[in-house]
């Protein structure tokens, strides 16, 4: 395609650096600086997509991130393969560069000719609220045939099915003041506030460069100078300026307590020689100490018959692209307005050559000198007239308009032929930003519009967007929330409308789509129906017909909305309310919002010293909070349930080695530790000597288990404390709270050491013949180092805390290393132990090792609500200890109420069936349900050294009903099991406890 | 996300910080002196006003010091921090600043 | 039998190399002892073997002659982290505990916990604020600043040697997730 509509000369684009855009296959041609609607404009093309809901042809209405209709699909980066592909991007914001590959979307056989446009006959089904008062019956037809049919008929663009290629990036940035949008009030408060070198300033903008609607403009003059220069000249002055930081291409979407600003900035889009590997977009998180929300104003479409055929576009917009971007959006124009913004465009257009008229809904006595300017222009005015529909169906080809009487008749029609058509309904302060930072809202009756009334945190709106529109007043408006002062002479702005909601007409409005919201397809009429089926909050009218809603936000159709249903329920606006702005101001990527936050950098994999031995040695993982831990050692032809049973029983009748360095583990130190840990866990530590070790449980203050683990007492004042994997930062965050909150006046100090210490577990009968070889300085008999001590020395060498404990019932140590030695020990002590029948094990055997000898995990058997006593330990709850934390709520009256639910086993009446964890437990499965559940399964394996399948579970008075038969739920049904001791295996040899 | 003034590492972003629920609840001296219904208070009555109160909050990812922070829960303010042990400052949600757009 | 200290420190992570201006390298195995002392415990001792703890809270003491070997994290209140050379924990130990006999205090080797990389070049400190939330402008972080925070989603503590120099320590097992993030962070 040529550019048949591209004006001789002027615009903002670059005439030495053509280019070309790949649009629905075919060659399209611009030059740098265009934008994708404005090259189709160039073209002469302005149908550009699809309708939401009716396939009705749609053009491009607006030139800025409000547009709702002409939305693409672009393959950012087609030549590198697949995963650069987004959708519904609003063509007026995609700029041109080579490569680009865009599609229109919706549409099936194609944008010409598209099936579903059958809907737009069908429309009367398509009524507000279709969904919920067509598709009800059959209920089985939603799922199956309606919805699946609704959802391909309707929609938008299609996602993407493949991984993103792109890469985003993240930063953080802190700045005095921070000010969105560099239209000029936005500069003026950029220039003002950065005066002070010593502010940082942040300047963002959502457009490829500064100016804002002075981009648009080619007659405004300040200070005598075209506007441009002065554009220039401020961002010149804030480029020299080291304090300012001016991000183009950023639009700020989300502003939240605080100041906390989220913008996303656009890197790479819009480059042809982006690097691979480049960015593609960047999330700032900026804290700014103020902000000034220079956001503009969006223009009003109106509403009438047809008002979305291709070619009719918003005021402005018509202005934009015939300045800005040198296009003639076609050769027949006219204005329809109620405002006298308007008139501009009219004047611009007809400058550029083309054939203007205007039609104003207002009275001539009702406008202000730009009636004079355009008669002076020589273009027709029709003052008084309404439009009661548009021509033309993939192109708008002409508009039906009439006079309207005093009392608001209908007078003689004529049709005026164009090919283009500028609308205004006036314009609406952009307050999003502002509504989201929770600033309350101000109906301004002059203004027609909901401004900025009080702000919620250090903020300040300045120019349009809290609806103040002319030049000269904007600057002032911006330099005075920079905090300073400008006062430059502008060319007066023309300003002031008349609010209409929908034009007058004689048609019958129940059969005629005027439509209010582009996107949605959501007509006057649907607004009507939905006020007089009782919606009549605003609120409810959005959901109800989905005005407002999509990806544009209602950006374009908000206020008419609001109008239309205040009109009909006789109200004033600001009593129907209005719809709360949420985040994000425009689509904002995933990409952006996660950052580098995927694949490996999805989250920390904490890895312990001797993973890379267990990865080398076939271990299957498995994640414990953010630790990878080793949960069996599958050897060739082995399943978890064939590689438990043997590692299970290596360690029963041999010695099984495993990683227990992911235990938490804190360094308690100083002279009243005894003290703290005696107020800390329920046991008494006062006596405990040093070298012992004791297992200790950590309640809340709520008298629930909190943790457990074995603590050694190193010395008088220094205590060796392991917790559960996952509890070690609570557990720090609990006994610090205590420590500094509640016994200040305590001499203790702790330290995270979980990562200093790698740790090594042997368990079993053969576990001393393993480790004696590298042991010289410590005695390793059992007079001398009973179960239930620990020693330090060196293993292999190195230092090393030895503590004789055990997790199985079996002999054991846990040899504690260095993490950097943690490798080189474990490898040393597996190759000794293949003399001793040496079995790695993981996770998995080790719950089972555990549950065959009643030993419970905390937060597997516990959840937050079982006391010692339910778990059958309180014989280490101290009765002497006047106090610890926990302690008083033991005894209140429902921790010690009969019936409470209590630790046993159970023993399924089949041995080889396994229940579910989880699993429930009732008393007669043939009771009606809901039935009364008694008790959960918490723990359960198939046990090899028990012969048979073994059980944990939590169960209404349990210890007093062993023996008994209960019925626990299966996927199938209901399965018997007994109760019994939640202790199976009876530990033979030098056990533990020997 | 909030800025929070640690008192002793000055404003820092909320991420660093984890709040412990209302404060100046003092643990009381003798627990097993305090009635059932009196100990039940302390453990979970809390007064949750819709206003400024008086939080702990830790420092977690930063200094590791817990501190008492006077937050209004309507506009998320912070109208003061200070440390443990001291006494709450006598100010309300007035004295946080709001410019306006009159 | 391994001879003590002869296991080599095998390095948590290999290096990354990126070709961007900021570099990002593992530091090699230093001494790194968590000290903690309540202030008033300290009764005027400015220095103690060697370590200067007089430095405000988040700040960084070095003397200058021991280019970094004596060198003092002031964490918080009560808390430092002192980092040495990897073959003298024990002798720093010994040296500190034996200047605080009957002074209540605390002093862990965490040596083997912590994992440090600097972070060097033009544009240092946009790289570490591709996720530390906190602000390094010159003014609010200067050379000589050090802290505990947050770098995406692992607790790290940053230290600022130069304007475009940082020292980030995290602990072993979040090295590589701190280390890839770093480094991915100087792609853009």
Known sequence: MSQPFR???????????????????????????????????????????????????????????????????VDWRADRGPGYRDPNNRASVVEARDGLVVNTQNHWPSLETDIGAVNDLLSPVFVAGFYYKTFMWPRKFWDRVYEPVIRKAAGL??????????????????????????????????????????????????????????????????????????????????????????????????????????????????????????????????????????TGSHERPLVFE????????????????????AVLPGNELVVVTSSASAYRTALDAKAAGMRVSIVDIRLEADCGPEFAAAKDAGITVRSGHTVIRA?????????????????GT??????????????????????????????KLRFDVELDAFVPGTSAQAERSAGACRGVYDLTEVIADGAKAGGGELAPEATASFTGFQPVRVLPTDADASKVKAFVDFQNDVTAKDIRLAVREGFESIEHVKRYTTTGMATDQGKTSNMNALGLVAGILDRPLPAVGTTTFRPPYTPVSFGALIGPARDELFDPVRKTPIDPWAEANGAVFEPVALWRRAKYFPRVGEDMHAAVARETRAVRTHVGIFDASTLGKIEVIGPDAAEF???????????????????????????????DGVVARLAEDRFHVTTTTGGAPRVMRHMEDYLQTEWPDLDVFLTSITEQWAVIALQGPNARKVLDPFVTDIDLTEAAFPHMTVKTGYVCGVPCRLFRVSFTGELGFEVNVPADYGEAVWKTLYEEGQKHGITPYGTEAMHVLRAEVGYVVVGQETDGTVTP????????????????????????????AAGRRQLVGLLTKTPDEVLDEGAQVVDDPAQPIPMKMIGHVTSSYASSNCGRSIAMAMIDAGRERIGETVFVTTPAGFTEAVISNAVFYDVKGETADA | MLLIDCPYCGKRPEVEFHCGGEAHIARPETPTAVGDADWGSFLYYRTNPKGVQAERWLHGHGCGRWFNALRDTVSDAFVATYEMGKPRPDRDAATASTPSNA | ?????????????????????????????????????????????????????????????????????????????????????????????????????????????????????????????????????????????????????????????????????FTVTTWRTFAPYVQGFLVEATRS
């Open chain 1, 157 to 294: 663009g299609e996602a993407p099915d493949v991984k993103d290629a792109d890469r985003y990036s993240n930063r953080h940035a802190h700045c005095d003041v921070l000010v969105v949008g560099a239209g000029p009030a936005g500069l003026a408060a950029a220039l003002a506030a950065s005066a002070d070198g010593t502010k940082r300033v942040i300047l963002a903008d959502e457009g490829s460069e500064p100016g804002g609607a002075l981009l648009n403009d080619t007659t405004a003059t300040i200070d005598g100078r075209p506007a441009k220069e002065w554009v220039a000249g401020a961002v010149a002055t804030l480029d020299a300026r080291e304090n300012v930081v001016i991000l183009p291409r950023t639009t700020a979407f989300g502003y939240y307590n605080h100041n906390h600003v989220c913008m996303v900035e656009r890197i790479s889009d819009h480059r042809a020689d982006a690097p691979e590997g480049l960015a593609r977009e960047r999330l700032w998180q900026v804290r700014a100490g103020e902000v000034v929300l220079a």
């Open chain 1, 306 to 325: 047809n008002n979305d055929r291709p070619g009719i576009m918003l005021a402005e917009s018509v202005r934009a692209y015939l300045n800005r971007w």
């Open chain 1, 7 to 73: 004006r001789p000369s002027g615009g903002r684009i670059d005439r030495s650096r053509p280019l070309a855009v790949t649009f629905n296959g075919k060659r399209l041609e611009g030059f740098a600086g265009d934008t994708v609607a404005s090259m189709l404009i160039a073209s002469g093309q302005h149908l550009a997509g699809r309708s939401f809901k009716y396939h009705r042809p749609r053009g491009i209405l607006s030139h800025g991130s409000d547009e709702p209709s002409a939305l693409l699909s």
């Open chain 1, 410 to 439: 209908i007078g003689e029609k004529t049709t005026l032929a164009c090919d283009c058509v500028a609308m205004s309904g006036g314009w609406t302060p952009s307050v999003h930003l502002f509504s989201q930072s929770r600033g």
């Open chain 1, 391 to 407: 021509l033309g169906k993939k192109r708008v080809t002409g508009l039906v308009v009439s006079p309207i009487g005093r009392d």
């Open chain 1, 677 to 707: 840990m005696n107020r800390i866990y329920t046991n008494a530590w006062t006596k405990l000597k040093t070298g012992g070790c004791r297992y200790g449980l950590m309640l809340r203050e709520d008298g629930f288990v909190y943790d």
């Open chain 1, 869 to 896: 006593d339910d778990l059958g330990l309180s014989g280490l709850v101290s009765k002497v200890k006047p106090d610890f934390v926990g302690k008083r709520s033991l005894t209140r009256p429902d921790m010690i």
């Open chain 3, 1 to 165: 039998m391994l001879e003590r200290n002869l296991a080599r420190r095998a390095p948590t992570v290999s290096p990354l190399v990126s070709e961007a201006s900021v570099t990002v390298r593992p530091l090699d195995p230093q001494g790194r002892l968590a000290f903690r002392i309540k202030p008033a415990a300290l009764a005027g001792r400015g220095t103690i073997d060697g370590f200067d703890l007089t430095g405000a809270i988040n700040s960084r003491t070095s003397p200058e002659a021991d280019s970094g070997m004596r060198t003092a994290l002031r964490l918080g209140p009560d808390e430092w982290m002192l980092i040495t050379a990897a073959d003298e924990v024990d002798e720093r130990c010994e040296a500190i505990s034996a200047a605080l006999t009957g002074v209540p205090h605390s002093l862990v080797d965490v040596s083997h916990r912590d994992v440090g990389f600097s972070v060097e070049g033009p544009g240092a400190d946009v790289v570490v604020n591709a996720g530390c939330p906190i602000d390094l402008a010159a003014k609010a972080f200067p050379a000589g600043s050090a802290t505990r925070t947050i770098l995406g989603k692992a607790e790290i503590v940053l230290a600022r040697l130069a304007a475009d120099r």
